[in-house]
C-alpha cells in the first residue's frame, strides 16, 4: 500500500525500468504486472542459477577468468541502462542471478534512477552500504560513477573472496560499524591481495578510484567510456566482446539446471517457506487513491509466448 507520492514515483520507476531491460540479454525482464485493492504485484522471469552471493559462499573466490567473464557482462548491462538514462544503483553479489546457460543476469532495479544524461547528476543517497561510492558518502552530486565503483567492489569480492573493506568488529553497534565502513570508503586505499595478478590488481583501482572524474568508466562519451573499459589490460584479447553480447561465448560455470522450475541452487530457508499476505485493513483500502496507478497492468508478449498463463 502506498501512502506517499515518492513511493508511487518509485513503484513506477521500476516498473518502467523492468519493461526496458526486458530487452537485454544480461537484464532480468518483466514477464507482466497486476493488481488488487490492496497490492501491486511484479511478475518477472525466474533466473534458476542463483545468485552469486549465493555461489561465492560456497566457492570463496572465483579464478581469474571466472571474475573477467561476470564482469564484462555486467558491463554490458549497465552500459545498456546508461544509454537509456538510467543509473542502477544497487550492484551487489545478491543482485546478479546465473540463469539457466550460466549467463549473468542483474535484478531489483528498486534504486534505480531513470532520465539521467551523460552530463547530468542527482544527490539521493542511497545503496547498499558496502558498495556506496565516494562520492554519494561525500554528499557530492553523482552520475554514472557510482555504477562503476560498485563494480569495482563487486569485482574485488569475487577475485579476493572477501570485502575490501574488512572492518574490525566493534560489537553489536551497526551504527558504528558502518559509520567506521563509511570512513574506511573515504580514506583508506584500497590494498590488494599479492596472490592477484597485475592485469587484476589494475582494474581494481582504476574502477575503485575515490576521484569519480578518473574513475574507469567515467566519460561524458558513454561509447568512449566503454571502450575504456575494453581496453583495459583485464579485459583486452582476453574477451570477444561481439561474441559475448550475443551470448556466444560459454560460461565459465553451468548450473545443471534440470528443470524451469528447479530450486537447487536457492537456500532451502527461502524456498520452503509459505508465502503469506499480511491481512488487508478496510479502513486503510478506503483512503488510498486507486487511481494514481491506472494503467498499471502489463504484459510482456515475448515473455507470454513463452506460457500459455500468468
Partial sequence: MFNEDEESDWVQTEKSVFETASNHPFLVGLHSCFQTPSRLFFVIEFIPGGDLMYHMQR???????????????IILALHFLHTRGIIYRDLKLDNVLIDAD????????GMCKENIGPTDTTQTFCGTPNY????????????????WWALGVLLYEMLAGRSPFNIPAEGDNDQNSEDILFQYILEKPIRIPRTLSVRAAGILKAFMNKEPSERLGCKEDLDEALEDMKNNT??????????????QIAPPYNPNVESDRDLQHFDQQF??????LTPDEPSV???????????FEYVNPLMMSKEDTV
Fill in 59 to 73: 566457492q570463496r573466490k572465483l579464478p581469474e577468468d571466472h571474475a573477467r567473464f561476470y564482469s564484462a557482462e
Fill in 234 to 247: 583485464f579485459f583486452k584479447n582476453a574477451i570477444d566482446w561481439d561474441l559475448l553480447e550475443g551470448r
Fill in 285 to 295: 483500502l478506503g483512503t488510498i487513491d486507486q487511481t494514481q496507478f491506472e494503467g
Fill in 102 to 109: 550460466g549467463h549473468i543476469k542483474l535484478t531489483d532495479y
Fill in 271 to 276: 524456498t520452503q517457506e509459505p508465502p503469506q
Fill in 132 to 147: 556506496i561510492a565516494p562520492e554519494i558518502l561525500r554528499g557530492e552530486a553523482y552520475g554514472f560513477s557510482v555504477d
